[in-house]
């Protein structure tokens, strides 16, 4: 008489056989489309809010971003992929900006920019506080006005009598402004004028970019410039930077967001999108959410099998799949009451 044990060892083995069988093989597909149907099925029974608890969805984001975003794979990535990018993608001379970015959402970019007149204005205010802004201001106004004078200065000389005139006006603004710069730095009355002067530079700056971005064609401008090169190779780009400014802005930018991340308002900024989240979401049952994500049943296990069966297969050539089969089900089948249930007591 067969023991209890060889019994129960056989109907392990027959088990083990008849669930890889169900995994490989042309039995999957039909296996994972049976099982997806099922798991949706349950999942439109269960209401999220009911699974999913606030505290813990906010701890499980931000650890996600916490572990991925400084993992070592993105760190090292960041240079790899900017330089890849630049002698690989960029270099193509098919493909133009146009064929990349529409240009209806950059036409409502631009019109949104430049419809911020709030920011426009605060922007503007802050910068007027700058001393060191300020001065370049002042630098710039000095530069158009000595350009000014330099243009008719050259158109004079070509009048006689007229340009030895304007020479010695030229020659005396300069020693006046020596005096003035001078002054300045010894802290005199005419240092302060000097410090106004730069003050009232920079807001005259101001006042001519505020009054371009709201009366001239700026936006029409852009868009010009934007439809001159919509229309040449994406290779074209390459042209504004090599490649090592590339790969340094990659790593920069990677930079500040690695850094952000671990400051404690990004995390109270984070916390706020999770509430958010859930006042939208939480009564939805996990079914309903999976087309507000763009998913259905068949995005699902049209991915489990693109990637499904080559690791299954793999893993049953090498005997890991029937071995990991038989180490959960192995415990049921020699235990104690299944034994005895075979030996019919």
Not at 25 to 42: K, N, S, T
Not at 71 to 92: C, H, K, L, M
Not at 105 to 124: D, N, S, T, W, Y
Request: proline content about 3%; some cysteine.
């Amino acid at each position: 008489m067969t023991e209890p044990r060889e019994i129960a060892e056989r109907l392990l083995d027959l088990q083990v056989d008849f669930i890889v069988a169900e995994v490989t093989g042309d039995r999957f597909a039909e296996v994972i489309a049976r099982d997806v149907e099922a798991v949706v099925g349950v999942a439109d029974t269960i209401i999220f809010r009911d699974v999913v608890q606030l505290d813990e969805a906010k701890e499980t984001v931000a650890k996600v971003i916490n572990l991925i975003g400084g993992s070592p794979v993105i760190q090292e990535s960041v240079g790899t992929f900017a330089d890849s990018i630049y002698d690989n993608i960029a270099a193509n001379d098919e493909t133009t900006l146009g064929d990349v970015v529409d240009r209806e959402p950059v036409e409502q970019l631009l019109e949104k920019i430049f419809g911020m007149h709030q920011a426009q204005e605060r922007i503007l205010e802050r910068l007027t506080e700058s001393p060191l802004v300020a001065t370049v201001a002042s630098k710039f106004v000095d530069k158009l006005i000595n350009d000014f004078m330099e243009s008719n200065r050259q158109m004079a000389n070509k009048i006689p009598g007229v340009g030895s005139l304007v020479s010695l006006g030229t020659s005396a603004a300069k020693q006046a402004r020596k005096a003035a710069e001078k002054a300045a730095g010894d802290g005199t009355f005419l240092g302060e004028m000097a410090g106004k002067g730069a003050q009232f530079a920079l807001k005259r700056t101001n006042n001519a970019i505020r009054e371009m971005l709201r009366d001239s064609p700026v936006h029409d401008a852009a868009m010009e410039f934007w439809d001159l090169h919509a229309g040449e190779p994406v290779s074209g780009l390459r042209a504004y930077l090599t490649q090592k400014d590339l790969n340094e802005l990659a790593v920069i930018i990677y930079q500040i967001a690695l850094t952000t991340r671990e400051k404690e308002y990004f995390g109270v900024l984070i916390d706020e999108c999770v509430e958010v989240f859930f006042e939208k979401y939480g009564d939805h049952t996990l079914a309903a959410m999976l087309p507000e994500l763009g998913l259905s049943e068949a995005d699902i296990a049209g991915e489990i099998l693109r990637y499904g069966p080559a690791v299954v297969e793999a893993a049953k050539r090498n005997g890991v799949l029937a071995k990991l089969v038989r180490e959960r089900l192995e415990p049921f089948f020699l235990s104690e009451p299944v034994l005895a249930a075979i030996a019919g007591n």
